[in-house]
Protein backbone atom coordinates (compact mmCIF):
# COMPACT_ATOMS: atom_id res chain seq x y z
CA UNK A 1 0.00 0.00 0.00
CA UNK A 2 1.08 3.59 -1.13
CA UNK A 3 0.52 6.69 0.94
CA UNK A 4 -2.75 8.86 -0.76
CA UNK A 5 -1.79 11.98 -2.55
CA UNK A 6 -4.82 14.16 -1.30
CA UNK A 7 -6.10 16.87 -4.01
CA UNK A 8 -4.97 19.99 -3.24
CA UNK A 9 -6.61 22.12 -5.97
CA UNK A 10 -10.20 22.09 -7.41
CA UNK A 11 -11.25 24.49 -10.28
CA UNK A 12 -14.97 24.73 -10.88
CA UNK A 13 -15.68 26.15 -14.62
CA UNK A 14 -19.70 27.56 -14.20
CA UNK A 15 -21.26 29.07 -11.35
CA UNK A 16 -24.93 29.42 -11.54
CA UNK A 17 -26.64 26.54 -9.24
CA UNK A 18 -24.77 24.27 -9.63
CA UNK A 19 -21.25 25.71 -9.47
CA UNK A 20 -21.98 27.54 -6.12
CA UNK A 21 -23.32 24.36 -4.86
CA UNK A 22 -20.61 22.85 -5.75
CA UNK A 23 -18.46 25.44 -4.32
CA UNK A 24 -20.28 25.81 -0.83
CA UNK A 25 -20.34 22.41 0.08
CA UNK A 26 -17.04 21.46 -1.24
CA UNK A 27 -15.56 24.59 0.73
CA UNK A 28 -17.12 22.91 4.05
CA UNK A 29 -16.27 19.85 3.63
CA UNK A 30 -11.85 19.95 2.48
CA UNK A 31 -11.83 23.29 4.43
CA UNK A 32 -8.49 25.09 3.87
CA UNK A 33 -6.20 22.38 2.87
CA UNK A 34 -7.62 22.41 -0.86
CA UNK A 35 -7.90 25.89 -2.77
CA UNK A 36 -10.74 25.86 -4.92
CA UNK A 37 -11.30 28.40 -7.73
CA UNK A 38 -14.53 29.40 -9.13
CA UNK A 39 -14.80 30.84 -13.40
CA UNK A 40 -17.87 32.19 -14.42
CA UNK A 41 -18.49 34.81 -17.10
CA UNK A 42 -20.63 37.71 -15.65
CA UNK A 43 -21.59 38.22 -19.60
CA UNK A 44 -23.15 34.43 -19.20
CA UNK A 45 -26.51 34.22 -18.18
CA UNK A 46 -27.51 31.29 -16.54
CA UNK A 47 -30.45 28.89 -16.89
CA UNK A 48 -31.74 29.90 -13.62
CA UNK A 49 -35.40 27.90 -14.13
CA UNK A 50 -35.00 25.33 -11.00
CA UNK A 51 -37.72 27.30 -8.50
CA UNK A 52 -38.80 23.54 -6.95
CA UNK A 53 -36.92 21.29 -4.75
CA UNK A 54 -37.79 18.07 -3.34
CA UNK A 55 -37.30 17.27 0.30
CA UNK A 56 -32.99 16.15 0.29
CA UNK A 57 -32.53 19.92 0.03
CA UNK A 58 -32.41 20.35 3.76
CA UNK A 59 -29.70 17.54 3.72
CA UNK A 60 -27.03 19.47 1.43
CA UNK A 61 -28.09 22.73 3.35
CA UNK A 62 -27.28 21.08 6.74
CA UNK A 63 -24.04 19.25 4.78
CA UNK A 64 -22.67 22.91 3.44
CA UNK A 65 -23.51 24.52 6.74
CA UNK A 66 -26.16 27.14 5.81
CA UNK A 67 -28.48 27.83 8.14
CA UNK A 68 -32.16 27.19 6.76
CA UNK A 69 -34.16 29.98 8.46
CA UNK A 70 -31.96 32.59 7.03
CA UNK A 71 -31.52 30.60 3.72
CA UNK A 72 -35.40 31.05 3.28
CA UNK A 73 -35.19 34.57 4.43
CA UNK A 74 -32.68 35.23 1.62
CA UNK A 75 -34.29 33.70 -1.45
CA UNK A 76 -37.59 34.44 -1.25
CA UNK A 77 -38.48 31.09 -0.41
CA UNK A 78 -41.73 29.32 0.25
CA UNK A 79 -42.69 25.44 1.32
CA UNK A 80 -43.75 22.60 -0.79
CA UNK A 81 -45.62 19.52 0.75
CA UNK A 82 -46.58 17.83 -2.38
CA UNK A 83 -47.12 18.22 -6.17
CA UNK A 84 -50.99 18.77 -7.60
CA UNK A 85 -51.40 17.37 -11.28
CA UNK A 86 -53.78 18.67 -13.02
CA UNK A 87 -55.54 17.44 -16.10
CA UNK A 88 -53.12 14.46 -16.76
CA UNK A 89 -55.44 11.28 -16.66
CA UNK A 90 -58.24 13.51 -18.20
CA UNK A 91 -58.95 17.07 -18.49
CA UNK A 92 -60.59 17.77 -15.09
CA UNK A 93 -59.14 15.06 -13.53
CA UNK A 94 -56.18 16.18 -10.87
CA UNK A 95 -54.68 13.82 -8.02
CA UNK A 96 -51.38 14.93 -5.73
CA UNK A 97 -47.75 13.63 -5.58
CA UNK A 98 -47.17 14.52 -1.36
CA UNK A 99 -43.86 14.26 0.42
CA UNK A 100 -45.21 11.91 2.87
CA UNK A 101 -46.80 8.31 2.91
CA UNK A 102 -50.48 7.35 2.94
CA UNK A 103 -51.43 6.01 6.32
CA UNK A 104 -49.93 3.82 8.53
CA UNK A 105 -48.14 0.39 8.49
CA UNK A 106 -50.58 -2.34 9.91
CA UNK A 107 -49.24 -5.55 10.80
CA UNK A 108 -46.27 -4.76 9.01
CA UNK A 109 -48.31 -4.15 5.48
CA UNK A 110 -48.44 -0.87 3.60
CA UNK A 111 -51.18 0.97 4.08
CA UNK A 112 -51.50 1.17 0.23
CA UNK A 113 -52.79 -2.51 0.26
CA UNK A 114 -55.23 -2.40 2.76
CA UNK A 115 -56.20 0.90 0.19
CA UNK A 116 -56.42 -1.46 -2.62
CA UNK A 117 -58.55 -3.86 -0.15
CA UNK A 118 -61.22 -1.39 1.33
CA UNK A 119 -61.40 -0.08 -2.25
CA UNK A 120 -62.31 -3.98 -3.98
CA UNK A 121 -64.96 -4.07 -1.46
CA UNK A 122 -66.39 -0.97 -2.58
CA UNK A 123 -65.52 1.66 -0.52
CA UNK A 124 -65.50 5.15 -1.42
CA UNK A 125 -61.50 6.25 -0.29
CA UNK A 126 -60.21 10.16 -0.06
CA UNK A 127 -56.53 9.99 -0.50
CA UNK A 128 -56.28 13.25 1.79
CA UNK A 129 -57.86 11.66 5.00
CA UNK A 130 -55.46 9.17 5.28
CA UNK A 131 -51.90 11.92 4.41
CA UNK A 132 -51.33 14.76 6.34
CA UNK A 133 -49.49 16.40 3.76
CA UNK A 134 -52.35 16.66 1.08
CA UNK A 135 -54.70 17.48 3.82
CA UNK A 136 -52.25 20.34 4.52
CA UNK A 137 -51.54 21.33 0.94
CA UNK A 138 -55.34 21.28 -0.53
CA UNK A 139 -56.02 24.03 2.02
CA UNK A 140 -52.96 25.63 2.14
CA UNK A 141 -51.57 25.11 5.39
CA UNK A 142 -48.06 24.09 6.91
CA UNK A 143 -46.87 22.84 10.01
CA UNK A 144 -43.50 21.90 10.67
CA UNK A 145 -43.17 18.10 11.58
CA UNK A 146 -43.32 17.99 15.70
CA UNK A 147 -40.43 16.89 17.86
CA UNK A 148 -40.41 13.51 17.78
CA UNK A 149 -40.90 13.96 13.82
CA UNK A 150 -44.05 12.13 12.93
CA UNK A 151 -47.21 13.93 12.37
CA UNK A 152 -50.71 12.40 13.69
CA UNK A 153 -52.27 9.76 10.94
CA UNK A 154 -48.43 9.10 9.41
CA UNK A 155 -45.12 10.78 8.23
CA UNK A 156 -44.85 13.93 5.87
CA UNK A 157 -41.64 15.75 4.34
CA UNK A 158 -41.62 18.90 2.47
CA UNK A 159 -39.40 20.93 0.97
CA UNK A 160 -38.52 24.41 -0.67
CA UNK A 161 -39.87 26.68 -4.00
CA UNK A 162 -37.10 29.53 -3.95
CA UNK A 163 -35.39 32.20 -6.57
CA UNK A 164 -32.54 29.80 -7.93
CA UNK A 165 -30.95 33.60 -8.95
CA UNK A 166 -31.27 34.69 -5.61
CA UNK A 167 -30.24 30.85 -4.45
CA UNK A 168 -27.01 31.21 -6.74
CA UNK A 169 -26.13 34.49 -4.81
CA UNK A 170 -26.48 33.00 -1.35
CA UNK A 171 -24.35 30.46 -1.92
CA UNK A 172 -21.81 32.61 -3.72
CA UNK A 173 -21.47 34.81 -0.70
CA UNK A 174 -21.42 31.36 1.55
CA UNK A 175 -18.46 30.06 -0.51
CA UNK A 176 -16.51 33.09 -0.75
CA UNK A 177 -17.03 33.96 3.00
CA UNK A 178 -15.18 30.15 3.60
CA UNK A 179 -12.16 31.31 1.32
CA UNK A 180 -13.28 29.89 -2.60
CA UNK A 181 -11.86 32.47 -5.04
CA UNK A 182 -14.49 33.71 -7.59
CA UNK A 183 -12.32 34.79 -11.52
CA UNK A 184 -14.45 36.35 -13.93
CA UNK A 185 -13.37 35.07 -17.09
CA UNK A 186 -14.50 33.59 -20.21
CA UNK A 187 -12.93 30.07 -21.23
CA UNK A 188 -11.62 29.49 -24.55
CA UNK A 189 -10.82 25.53 -24.57
CA UNK A 190 -8.96 23.06 -22.20
CA UNK A 191 -4.92 22.04 -22.12
CA UNK A 192 -4.87 17.76 -22.18
CA UNK A 193 -1.73 16.43 -20.35
CA UNK A 194 -0.99 12.84 -19.69
CA UNK A 195 -3.68 9.87 -19.75
CA UNK A 196 -5.98 12.57 -21.18
CA UNK A 197 -6.63 14.45 -18.18
CA UNK A 198 -7.17 18.19 -18.37
CA UNK A 199 -4.28 19.74 -17.30
CA UNK A 200 -5.27 23.67 -17.59
CA UNK A 201 -8.32 25.28 -18.61
CA UNK A 202 -7.78 28.18 -20.87
CA UNK A 203 -9.17 31.48 -20.81
CA UNK A 204 -9.53 33.92 -23.50
CA UNK A 205 -6.71 36.37 -22.72
CA UNK A 206 -4.45 33.46 -22.50
CA UNK A 207 -4.65 32.95 -18.62
CA UNK A 208 -3.97 29.06 -17.44
CA UNK A 209 -5.31 28.26 -14.82
CA UNK A 210 -4.71 24.67 -13.35
CA UNK A 211 -5.72 22.04 -10.85
CA UNK A 212 -5.81 18.70 -9.48
CA UNK A 213 -9.41 18.26 -10.04
CA UNK A 214 -12.33 20.00 -12.50
CA UNK A 215 -15.62 20.31 -11.84
CA UNK A 216 -17.90 21.13 -15.38
CA UNK A 217 -20.68 23.40 -14.32
CA UNK A 218 -21.02 25.52 -17.44
CA UNK A 219 -24.58 23.66 -18.04
CA UNK A 220 -26.08 22.61 -21.65
CA UNK A 221 -23.10 23.65 -23.03
CA UNK A 222 -20.36 21.48 -21.30
CA UNK A 223 -17.48 23.64 -21.83
CA UNK A 224 -15.23 20.68 -20.34
CA UNK A 225 -16.91 17.13 -20.05
CA UNK A 226 -18.45 17.49 -24.20
CA UNK A 227 -16.29 20.35 -25.86
CA UNK A 228 -12.80 19.65 -24.23
CA UNK A 229 -13.01 16.02 -23.36
CA UNK A 230 -15.75 14.87 -26.43
CA UNK A 231 -17.92 12.62 -24.33
CA UNK A 232 -20.71 11.31 -25.79
CA UNK A 233 -24.26 11.90 -25.17
CA UNK A 234 -27.12 9.01 -24.37
CA UNK A 235 -30.04 10.64 -25.55
CA UNK A 236 -33.71 9.58 -24.30
CA UNK A 237 -35.65 11.97 -26.57
CA UNK A 238 -37.54 9.18 -27.91
CA UNK A 239 -38.94 8.24 -24.67
CA UNK A 240 -38.91 11.96 -23.33
CA UNK A 241 -39.66 14.42 -26.34
CA UNK A 242 -40.14 17.75 -24.73
CA UNK A 243 -37.09 19.46 -25.51
CA UNK A 244 -38.06 23.33 -24.70
CA UNK A 245 -39.63 25.18 -22.19
CA UNK A 246 -40.83 28.79 -22.05
CA UNK A 247 -40.48 30.85 -18.56
CA UNK A 248 -42.33 33.30 -17.22
CA UNK A 249 -42.33 35.46 -13.78
CA UNK A 250 -45.98 36.66 -12.74
CA UNK A 251 -46.70 39.42 -10.21
CA UNK A 252 -47.58 38.06 -6.50
CA UNK A 253 -51.17 36.61 -5.24
CA UNK A 254 -52.39 36.39 -1.71
CA UNK A 255 -52.45 33.19 -0.18
CA UNK A 256 -49.26 31.22 -1.16
CA UNK A 257 -49.80 27.45 -2.28
CA UNK A 258 -47.93 25.19 -0.60
CA UNK A 259 -47.11 23.11 -3.86
CA UNK A 260 -46.14 23.12 -6.88
CA UNK A 261 -48.95 22.88 -9.68
CA UNK A 262 -48.30 20.88 -12.70
CA UNK A 263 -51.00 21.11 -15.14
CA UNK A 264 -50.68 19.19 -18.65
CA UNK A 265 -51.19 21.25 -21.83
CA UNK A 266 -51.98 20.51 -25.35
CA UNK A 267 -47.98 19.61 -26.27
CA UNK A 268 -46.23 18.97 -22.66
CA UNK A 269 -46.96 20.74 -19.42
CA UNK A 270 -47.09 23.76 -17.24
CA UNK A 271 -45.75 24.37 -13.78
CA UNK A 272 -46.96 27.48 -11.28
CA UNK A 273 -44.43 27.96 -8.42
CA UNK A 274 -45.75 30.70 -5.33
CA UNK A 275 -42.63 32.36 -4.14
CA UNK A 276 -42.69 35.08 -1.52
CA UNK A 277 -42.61 37.64 -3.79
CA UNK A 278 -43.63 36.56 -7.41
CA UNK A 279 -44.98 33.61 -9.00
CA UNK A 280 -42.71 30.98 -11.15
CA UNK A 281 -44.32 29.83 -14.25
CA UNK A 282 -43.85 27.48 -17.13
CA UNK A 283 -44.22 25.67 -20.28
CA UNK A 284 -42.24 22.54 -20.45
CA UNK A 285 -43.18 21.42 -24.40
CA UNK A 286 -42.33 18.93 -27.49
CA UNK A 287 -41.11 21.17 -30.58
CA UNK A 288 -42.84 17.99 -32.42
CA UNK A 289 -46.45 18.88 -31.34
CA UNK A 290 -46.54 22.85 -31.00
CA UNK A 291 -44.10 25.97 -31.60
CA UNK A 292 -42.78 28.41 -29.43
CA UNK A 293 -45.10 31.05 -30.24
CA UNK A 294 -47.52 29.13 -29.76
CA UNK A 295 -46.28 27.66 -26.07
CA UNK A 296 -46.03 31.29 -25.19
CA UNK A 297 -49.44 32.20 -26.22
CA UNK A 298 -50.87 29.41 -24.18
CA UNK A 299 -48.61 29.77 -21.00
CA UNK A 300 -49.29 33.97 -20.98
CA UNK A 301 -52.95 33.19 -21.62
CA UNK A 302 -53.17 31.00 -18.30
CA UNK A 303 -51.62 33.03 -16.07
CA UNK A 304 -53.67 34.50 -12.58
CA UNK A 305 -51.51 37.82 -12.56
CA UNK A 306 -49.67 40.12 -14.77
CA UNK A 307 -46.71 38.99 -16.26
CA UNK A 308 -43.51 40.31 -15.02
CA UNK A 309 -40.92 39.58 -17.85
CA UNK A 310 -41.41 38.88 -21.16
CA UNK A 311 -41.47 35.34 -22.29
CA UNK A 312 -37.47 33.40 -22.71
CA UNK A 313 -37.60 30.13 -24.27
CA UNK A 314 -34.82 27.31 -23.27
CA UNK A 315 -33.96 24.65 -25.20
CA UNK A 316 -32.65 20.93 -23.84
CA UNK A 317 -32.46 17.33 -24.53
CA UNK A 318 -33.45 14.46 -22.41
CA UNK A 319 -30.62 12.23 -21.35
CA UNK A 320 -27.32 12.09 -19.68
CA UNK A 321 -23.55 12.13 -21.05
CA UNK A 322 -22.33 8.48 -21.75
CA UNK A 323 -19.71 9.39 -18.65
CA UNK A 324 -20.11 11.85 -16.42
CA UNK A 325 -16.74 11.82 -14.41
CA UNK A 326 -13.78 11.17 -16.78
CA UNK A 327 -10.17 11.18 -16.10
CA UNK A 328 -10.03 14.14 -13.38
CA UNK A 329 -13.11 15.62 -14.76
CA UNK A 330 -16.48 15.49 -13.17
CA UNK A 331 -19.60 17.19 -14.88
CA UNK A 332 -22.25 18.39 -12.26
CA UNK A 333 -25.64 19.59 -13.01
CA UNK A 334 -26.73 20.10 -16.60
CA UNK A 335 -23.07 19.68 -17.89
CA UNK A 336 -24.02 15.99 -17.11
CA UNK A 337 -27.62 15.32 -18.07
CA UNK A 338 -30.64 16.64 -17.63
CA UNK A 339 -34.57 15.62 -17.47
CA UNK A 340 -37.66 17.50 -17.29
CA UNK A 341 -38.38 18.63 -13.79
CA UNK A 342 -41.77 17.47 -13.69
CA UNK A 343 -40.78 15.94 -10.30
CA UNK A 344 -38.19 19.06 -9.22
CA UNK A 345 -35.02 16.39 -9.92
CA UNK A 346 -32.63 19.12 -11.38
CA UNK A 347 -31.37 20.69 -8.22
CA UNK A 348 -31.47 17.25 -6.54
CA UNK A 349 -28.95 16.25 -9.33
CA UNK A 350 -26.55 18.55 -8.95
CA UNK A 351 -26.61 17.65 -4.82
CA UNK A 352 -26.50 13.77 -5.22
CA UNK A 353 -23.95 14.12 -8.10
CA UNK A 354 -21.70 16.05 -5.31
CA UNK A 355 -22.43 13.80 -2.40
CA UNK A 356 -21.33 10.72 -4.36
CA UNK A 357 -18.32 12.53 -5.58
CA UNK A 358 -17.16 12.41 -1.78
CA UNK A 359 -18.67 9.14 -1.35
CA UNK A 360 -15.98 8.27 -4.09
CA UNK A 361 -13.66 10.77 -3.30
CA UNK A 362 -10.13 10.10 -5.15
CA UNK A 363 -6.48 10.91 -4.68
CA UNK A 364 -4.44 12.74 -7.36
CA UNK A 365 -3.97 9.21 -8.79
CA UNK A 366 -7.68 9.48 -9.93
CA UNK A 367 -8.31 5.33 -9.78
CA UNK A 368 -10.32 4.03 -12.76
CA UNK A 369 -12.42 2.17 -10.71
CA UNK A 370 -13.98 4.93 -8.74
CA UNK A 371 -14.55 7.10 -11.58
CA UNK A 372 -16.56 3.70 -12.82
CA UNK A 373 -18.55 3.05 -10.02
CA UNK A 374 -19.64 6.81 -10.23
CA UNK A 375 -20.40 6.54 -13.66
CA UNK A 376 -22.37 3.63 -13.21
CA UNK A 377 -24.67 5.24 -10.18
CA UNK A 378 -25.20 8.06 -12.39
CA UNK A 379 -26.52 6.19 -15.04
CA UNK A 380 -28.52 3.98 -12.88
CA UNK A 381 -29.91 7.13 -10.55
CA UNK A 382 -31.11 8.99 -14.42
CA UNK A 383 -32.34 5.55 -15.29
CA UNK A 384 -34.85 5.71 -12.41
CA UNK A 385 -35.90 9.48 -12.41
CA UNK A 386 -36.66 8.81 -16.56
CA UNK A 387 -39.05 5.79 -15.55
CA UNK A 388 -40.46 7.62 -12.92
CA UNK A 389 -41.27 10.74 -15.36
CA UNK A 390 -43.12 8.37 -17.98
CA UNK A 391 -45.04 7.23 -15.67
CA UNK A 392 -47.27 10.35 -15.70
CA UNK A 393 -47.26 10.21 -18.86
CA UNK A 394 -48.02 6.81 -21.01
CA UNK A 395 -51.23 5.79 -18.47
CA UNK A 396 -53.25 8.86 -20.00
CA UNK A 397 -56.38 9.09 -21.57
CA UNK A 398 -56.61 11.72 -23.09
CA UNK A 399 -57.39 10.98 -27.10
CA UNK A 400 -57.43 12.62 -29.94
CA UNK A 401 -54.47 14.84 -28.71
CA UNK A 402 -51.53 14.30 -30.77
CA UNK A 403 -48.67 14.88 -28.41
CA UNK A 404 -51.09 12.91 -25.80
CA UNK A 405 -51.31 9.66 -28.06
CA UNK A 406 -47.68 9.81 -29.22
CA UNK A 407 -47.02 9.42 -25.23
CA UNK A 408 -49.30 6.60 -24.83
CA UNK A 409 -48.00 3.98 -27.61
CA UNK A 410 -44.19 4.56 -26.30
CA UNK A 411 -42.35 1.51 -26.65
CA UNK A 412 -41.65 1.67 -22.74
CA UNK A 413 -37.62 0.97 -21.07
CA UNK A 414 -38.11 -2.81 -19.93
CA UNK A 415 -36.87 -1.89 -16.40
CA UNK A 416 -40.51 0.39 -16.72
CA UNK A 417 -42.72 -2.29 -18.16
CA UNK A 418 -41.23 -5.09 -15.16
CA UNK A 419 -42.53 -1.89 -12.60
CA UNK A 420 -45.52 -1.62 -14.41
CA UNK A 421 -46.41 -5.80 -14.31
CA UNK A 422 -45.46 -6.21 -10.63
CA UNK A 423 -47.95 -3.16 -9.78
CA UNK A 424 -50.88 -3.90 -11.98
CA UNK A 425 -50.66 -7.86 -11.00
CA UNK A 426 -50.89 -7.31 -6.94
CA UNK A 427 -50.00 -4.09 -6.12
CA UNK A 428 -46.49 -4.40 -5.85
CA UNK A 429 -43.91 -1.68 -6.22
CA UNK A 430 -40.12 -3.05 -5.29
CA UNK A 431 -37.72 0.09 -4.98
CA UNK A 432 -33.77 -0.63 -4.73
CA UNK A 433 -32.10 0.57 -1.99
CA UNK A 434 -30.91 4.40 -2.27
CA UNK A 435 -33.41 5.16 -5.02
CA UNK A 436 -34.98 8.78 -5.26
CA UNK A 437 -38.51 7.81 -5.63
CA UNK A 438 -39.99 4.82 -3.12
CA UNK A 439 -42.19 2.23 -3.11
CA UNK A 440 -45.00 5.25 -1.53
CA UNK A 441 -44.36 8.08 -4.62
CA UNK A 442 -44.65 5.13 -7.30
CA UNK A 443 -47.90 4.36 -5.94
CA UNK A 444 -49.11 7.84 -5.23
CA UNK A 445 -48.51 8.65 -9.35
CA UNK A 446 -49.29 5.10 -10.48
CA UNK A 447 -52.85 5.31 -9.09
CA UNK A 448 -53.16 9.09 -10.01
CA UNK A 449 -52.94 8.02 -13.36
CA UNK A 450 -56.01 5.36 -13.21
CA UNK A 451 -53.81 2.62 -12.55
CA UNK A 452 -54.92 -0.30 -10.11
CA UNK A 453 -54.19 -3.72 -9.88
CA UNK A 454 -55.88 -6.83 -10.08
CA UNK A 455 -55.96 -7.97 -6.86
CA UNK A 456 -54.05 -6.99 -3.67
CA UNK A 457 -51.62 -8.19 -0.93
CA UNK A 458 -53.83 -11.21 0.51
CA UNK A 459 -52.05 -10.66 3.67
CA UNK A 460 -54.18 -7.93 4.47
CA UNK A 461 -57.46 -10.00 5.17
CA UNK A 462 -55.47 -11.54 8.08
CA UNK A 463 -56.62 -8.02 10.09
CA UNK A 464 -60.47 -8.53 11.21
CA UNK A 465 -62.58 -5.95 8.87
CA UNK A 466 -63.75 -4.75 12.24
CA UNK A 467 -60.49 -3.82 13.55
CA UNK A 468 -59.24 -2.38 10.07
CA UNK A 469 -62.43 -0.02 9.73
CA UNK A 470 -61.88 1.33 12.96
CA UNK A 471 -58.00 1.98 12.48
CA UNK A 472 -59.14 3.41 9.13
CA UNK A 473 -61.36 5.86 10.79
CA UNK A 474 -59.20 6.89 13.67
CA UNK A 475 -56.21 7.59 11.09
CA UNK A 476 -59.26 9.66 9.10
CA UNK A 477 -60.11 11.46 12.47
CA UNK A 478 -56.78 12.29 13.37
CA UNK A 479 -55.96 13.87 10.06
CA UNK A 480 -58.58 15.54 9.58
CA UNK A 481 -58.14 17.15 13.00
CA UNK A 482 -54.99 18.30 12.72
CA UNK A 483 -55.46 20.19 9.40
CA UNK A 484 -58.34 22.36 10.48
CA UNK A 485 -56.43 23.13 13.30
CA UNK A 486 -53.55 24.11 11.55
CA UNK A 487 -51.86 27.38 10.18
CA UNK A 488 -52.26 28.96 6.97
CA UNK A 489 -48.94 28.22 4.96
CA UNK A 490 -49.04 32.40 4.89
CA UNK A 491 -49.09 32.47 8.81
CA UNK A 492 -45.62 30.31 9.37
CA UNK A 493 -44.42 31.86 6.50
CA UNK A 494 -44.35 34.86 8.20
CA UNK A 495 -43.10 33.84 11.69
CA UNK A 496 -40.22 32.41 9.37
CA UNK A 497 -39.43 35.32 8.23
CA UNK A 498 -39.03 37.30 11.41
CA UNK A 499 -35.94 37.96 12.61
CA UNK A 500 -36.26 37.35 15.52
CA UNK A 501 -37.23 33.97 15.11
CA UNK A 502 -34.26 31.34 15.89
CA UNK A 503 -35.70 28.37 15.19
CA UNK A 504 -38.81 26.67 12.95
CA UNK A 505 -41.73 27.24 14.78
CA UNK A 506 -43.62 24.15 15.67
CA UNK A 507 -47.73 24.19 15.71
CA UNK A 508 -48.87 21.62 18.09
CA UNK A 509 -52.22 19.59 17.13
CA UNK A 510 -54.13 21.38 19.82
CA UNK A 511 -53.66 25.02 18.70
CA UNK A 512 -50.38 26.14 20.66
CA UNK A 513 -47.05 27.87 19.23
CA UNK A 514 -43.82 27.00 20.21
CA UNK A 515 -40.47 26.70 19.41
CA UNK A 516 -38.43 23.34 18.13
Known amino acids: MTGAEPIRSIAIVGGGTAGWSAAALLSRVLGPDCRITLIESSDIPTVGVGEA ?240 DRAAEVLLRSLDAPALAEPRVLRFTAGHRERTWVGNCVAIGLSGGFLEPLESTSIHLIHTGLNRLLDYWPDRHFAPELAEAYNREVADEYAHIRDFLLLHYYPNARHGEPFWDHMRGLDLPDSLVRKMALFTSAGRIVSRRRELFADISWFFVAAGMGLEPRTFDPLVLKAPADDLAGIMGQVRDVVRAYAAAAPSHDAILARVLDPAERHRPNFASGGAWGQR
Not at 72 to 100: M, N, S
Not at 151 to 175: E, K, T
Request: net charge negative.
Open 53 to 292: TIPPIFEFLQLAGIDELDFIRHCQATFKLAIEFRDWHHVGHRYWHPFGNLGLTIDQRPFSHFWWARKAAGEHLDMADFCPPIALARDHKFAFPPRDGSYPGGAVGFALHFDAGLVAAYLRRHAEAAGVVRLDRRIRGVDLGREGHIAAVVCEDGERIEADLYLDCSGFRGLLIKEGLGTGFVDWSHWLPCDRAVAVPSAHVPDRTPYTVSRAQEAGWQWRIALQNRVGNGYVYASRFTDD
